[in-house]
């Protein structure tokens, strides 16, 4: 509306929705051997989406690093899940850069049905994403029942419903201390799980598909 001096009258916003497979799993049918698989030894933090420079991942692995290089006692891993894109030089760069980089480990892409077991599986989600059109991997995160970090820019503020949760993409620092916040109470994290699924809930492709029909 602003940048193209539109009324309000012409706009409908209508969000997307993830798939209904990404879901909190029962503790009895989590894949343990699934971790192995992808060389995962230990509790991680996790981020989905393409290798490309947008997601922003050059910043998640030097906040990840300035995370580890200051707090020691925090032995855990960074895994992104997602193809390669273009442009992805920098952020692979990046990687090789770091003096962590045996704790920072890419999947690749892979099916729904081992991507909703790393969900489930990760201590927490950090999204980085400089720009994005909705964000669903924030969606299908939060259905899953994972404490959500996330840029506060674009669309994901729409997203996320607690705006404390949101960071500056461009400070690592930030990022870092927020993910340290989280990783230090496991408390905090099971309340934001909880909160997670709730605000998932506003999202459905019933709720998409009606609302569109009526347009």
């Known amino acids: ?83 390669t894109g273009w442009l992805s030089e920098a952020a692979y760069a990046e990687y090789e850069n770091s003096p962590f980089k045996d704790d920072i480990i890419f999947v690749g892409r892979i099916e729904d049905s081992e991507l909703v077991q790393i969900y489930n599986m990760a201590e927490l989600f950090v999204y980085t994403s400089i720009f994005e059109g909705f964000g669903l991997p924030v969606v299908e995160a939060m259905q899953c029942g994972l404490p959500v970090l996330a840029s506060n820019t ?29 990783l230090s109470d496991k408390p905090l994290r099971e309340e934001l799980s909880r909160k997670s699924i709730k605000n998932s809930a506003r999202f459905n492709w019933e709720k998409t598909a009606r609302k569109t029909l009526e347009i």
């Open 154 to 182: 674009s669309s994901i503020p729409e997203i996320v419903d607690n705006k404390k949760l949101l960071f500056n993409p461009a400070d690592e620092q930030d990022i870092a201390s927020r993910i340290i916040k989280l």
């Open 1 to 83: 509306m602003s940048l193209l001096n539109t009324g309000k009258d012409k706009v409908n916003i209508i969000h997307l929705a993830a798939e209904e497979i990404f879901r909190k799993l029962d503790p009895n049918k989590l894949d343990s051997n699934l971790l192995g698989k992808f060389n995962i030894t230990k509790e991680y933090i996790l981020s989905v989406g393409t290798i490309e420079p947008r997601k922003n991942y050059v910043t998640l692995i030097k906040a990840f690093s300035y995370l580890k290089s200051r707090n020691s006692e925090f032995d855990c891993q960074l895994v992104i899940v997602g193809r």
